[in-house]
């Protein structure tokens, strides 16, 4: 089963919103990351949150981590057409000596001018 | 050089064909994946390479069969495939030993693949 995952499964906003997505996880964690991906391209990682912090900016990005409830929060604010992406949080789960990179389920996110 | 190219970008093939996905990255990183991803769904782990030895082999049908050249390359070898594997095929990278924390992937861009 997956160790994330996301809500909502799809948001529509127009330009200048923001856009806040959701995701939990099952396991403990050392970090949970945010990827974004354009449709049929590669992921292009965000940004990273140790497990020992609580709120992570960069740009127009705020990831908070909520280690009790098993759960963080991307936000996007000032949203713009070009934000319009898949997002996929991910989290490591460790299994056989080694720590495996699992994605949630993602939120489809669409931007209108 | 922060890429990880992958080629070819689109790939048709017959279920008796025999084709190669190739990947290469030239940021020195050590540990290199393979992701297989369908539509709408979130990328699924295939393999992970560590300094060019197999790591991990997520129960993958021998119908793909990875391969590591060497620590810039890595190829996706697939042999009378389904036509349910049609998907994205995603390459990655990452600096480190894949067991270290706080390592993020590198992705490249995909091959889609359609197997009829």
């Known amino acids: 089963s997956q160790q994330g995952e996301e809500d909502p499964q799809a948001l529509s906003i127009q330009e200048g919103e923001n856009a806040t997505m959701n995701c939990s996880y099952k396991?403990?964690?050392?970090?949970l990351q945010w990827y974004r991906q354009n449709s049929g391209r590669g992921l292009v990682h965000l940004i990273l949150?140790?497990?020992?912090?609580r709120e992570k900016h960069s740009g127009r990005l705020r990831v908070t981590l909520d280690t009790s409830k098993k759960s963080s929060s991307l936000l996007i604010t000032a949203s713009r057409a070009a934000d319009t992406a898949s997002y996929f949080c991910?989290?490591?789960?460790?299994?056989?000596?080694?720590?495996?990179?699992?994605f949630g389920a993602g939120t489809r996110l669409a931007v209108h001018p | 050089d922060t890429e990880v190219t992958q080629t070819p970008k689109h790939l048709v093939m017959g279920m008796t064909n025999k084709k190669s996905l190739k990947c290469e990255q030239h940021?020195?990183?050590?540990?290199m994946y393979w992701y297989k991803q369908k539509a709408k769904k979130p990328p699924e782990l295939m393999f992970v390479?560590?300094?060019?030895?197999?790591?991990i082999n997520e129960s993958v049908p021998s119908r793909f069969s990875p391969e590591c050249p060497n620590s810039s390359l890595l190829n996706l070898h697939l042999h009378a495939l389904q036509p349910e594997d049609s998907a994205l095929y995603l390459c990655?990278?990452?600096?480190?030993?894949?067991?270290?924390?706080?390592?993020?992937?590198?992705f490249g861009s995909g091959t889609q693949l359609s197997v009829l």
């Open positions: 990655a990278s990452s600096q480190g030993y894949p067991g270290a924390t706080n390592e993020k992937l590198f």
């Open positions: 940021m020195g990183h050590r540990a």
């Open positions: 390479y560590s300094y060019e030895k197999l790591s």
């Open positions: 396991t403990s964690i050392n970090n």
């Open positions: 949150i140790r497990s020992n912090e």
């Open positions: 991910a989290t490591a789960m460790f299994s056989g000596g080694y720590n495996k990179l699992i």
